[in-house]
DNA sequence: GATGAATGAGGGTTCATTCAT
DNA sequence: TATGAATGAACCCTCATTCAT
């Protein structure tokens, strides 16, 4: 028994990484994984009480992460008055921040949770990220209407669309990427269009 | 009660349709279906030879249309010869129509078939979609570009990104909403953010 | 209702007579026997109570008028005393000529009752032919045997084996002709063989 | 009480093995097999990957030693010129003793492989000996012939139905007998009657 | 007399999970 | 601690049979 028990649990959840990045929570097999791990299904069950228990401590430190990051900007956003357009745009460079950070340090994870997590606990995380930055949006949206704090819907639905095509093309970006530099290239790149288009968005409505 | 037929078989095709709309084809249960449709799963059967095909009797109209248009689309692009911006922009427009006519006529189709399709004969329709799009990206790019013709790969992952992520982005606005006037005009904002974005993008690099 | 109630009969007779020569009776569906017969399989059910019932009734006849030859060549034999070779082999050309006779009237019916009746109430006749032509050969051994009537467990054997194999051949030239003349001169040309087979057989034993 | 894994493979075997010989390979059932060897279905497939992979590991064995023998055979035959009956039946008897061996070895597998396999990969097995038995006959045929080498349809489809019913009866031999020394006599004294049978034939036809 | 929709029991198979060892 | 055999519920699917119409 020299193998000490937290070192059997690394193993499992390096292999169960590899397996929910590859099939997703739902199609992942407990059977493969503790193939991977070198070991027999049941002795997962010593470490971890079941799959969702398994995902959720695999994903627990950069969920709270992701979760701990949303919460101080939505605080900040709360907090500030009079914003302007690039004070928005420097939320929404948080945002980017915060995920192209927490990639560099646990891509797979982040990847896991914002794309593969369907069926488990997670399921709704990419909606919450999708929910902030529609408040950001919102707001971005509200600045600018001819009658500022008053959207019509369409400016709602326009605003709510906005928010969640960058997060879901941010997500597709990690999801299709291995190479953190390339992701943050393509990431910039991705708000540098957003922006600019924007801005001329709303320029070319003003005039 | 002897029920005709075709009332039979539309009511599995509705309780097909939301099943499938809400698990996806490969996590979609017979037996769910059939007790929705108030019916043993064995008489399913009877309408359809398998899931497969009942997945594929509610999609196969709209796919062929879709494959019908990107059909056109395609040998257009390839037909024409020192396109310019504004052509690339209405193949993109072409591609946006066609999405949402076919959105207008069979919502929750075109919503399956795009995004809840994985493990069926389906499952790369979004990816042809993207690879079209690609297309027409790699052209736009390779028409800017300081050395026409010689993309970087950098240019190359970018002009991909933007594929995939207006690709992504049109899948989502079909997903959540259901008005086809609101889908219409949320999908041209997308679109012209994302080229006046590109335009301006193109014209600061040059200048 | 132009059609009479024996004519729809016939028609399922028809084709329930195909598909159990062409499945044997376990494989053959119901569901392919109406649709061949130009109805639903609930309409058979009010013609036949069953598949086996169906079954049955399509073999009856063939199966009475073989179980009747066979009464009357056992009574025969039991009634013989002191036979020699050659009426045993009259006995078997009884047989064979009840069998040839048979098929030349029910080629397929006859062909069913002995190879394809497995899981059927009928599985059994081809091993009540086969305890007929074995109460003949034991006959045939007993008369040559060096203690007549006394037979050996080998000599026992040998005579089962016989019989077996015979009826077994028999069944199998029904199995794969379909020509009556064909058929006849193959079963006489078996018959040949084994006779003057196992005259030499004897022959030789007993110098 | 944990049970040693290869005691539990045996016990599989051993019901399934019951099971294919009694129902054969199509209306076998798992389930069956799973409670004959006191376990639930799900069990078993941690020790075979399917139904089929199952029946195979139990007939590989022997269908591997039968196939290489006929191989064999096959080889003499083709490589020999001129062959005289006594050479033909010299194969023959090759052929009977490759049975028999395998018989001794595996009495119920050998049965399985050659009479209750249908629908399985192996379903042809039978069919293959007959068409190499056909082979011989087809040569001593020929032989025989007024016209050397050239067979009138009529003595084709005799010699078809001697191959046919040699094997059907050999397998019948090993289908209904147990011991291994009674096999071999039977089987002995089949051939010798055809052998026999056909050698009078022969002469009287050509006096 | 005929329909054909519907059932229900069974088919092979998969897999997260449990538990005696 | 670890095993891995075993379970049980679920999967998709088939088919003889029934019965309201």
Do not use: W
């Amino acid at each position: 028994m020299q193998i000490l028990k937290d070192e059997v649990k690394r193993s499992i959840c390096t292999a169960a990484l590899a397996e929910f990045k590859q099939h997703g929570f739902l199609k992942a097999s407990m059977r493969q994984i503790a193939e991977a791990a070198g070991m027999t299904p049941g002795n997962i069950y010593r470490y971890f009480k079941s799959k969702e228990d398994l995902f959720g401590e695999l994903l627990q430190p950069v969920y709270e992460e992701l979760t701990m990051a949303m919460g101080t900007i939505k605080q900040e956003i709360d907090g500030s008055l009079c914003v302007e357009v690039k004070d928005h745009l420097s939320f929404l460079r948080q945002i980017d921040a915060t995920l192209i950070r927490l990639f560099r340090e646990s891509s797979t994870e982040l990847n896991i949770l914002l794309n593969l997590s369907e069926g488990s606990e997670y399921r709704a995380v990419k909606g919450d990220l999708v929910t902030l930055v529609n408040q950001i949006m919102l707001d971005v949206y509200g600045t600018m209407s001819e009658v500022p704090g008053m959207l019509s819907p369409r400016e709602q639905a326009s605003a709510r669309m906005v928010a969640s095509t960058i997060m879901e093309s941010i997500c597709l970006i990690l999801r299709e990427n291995e190479d953190g530099d390339m992701i943050k290239m393509l990431v910039d790149e991705l708000l540098f269009m957003y922006s600019v288009g924007i801005g001329e968005k709303m320029r070319l409505r003003h005039t």
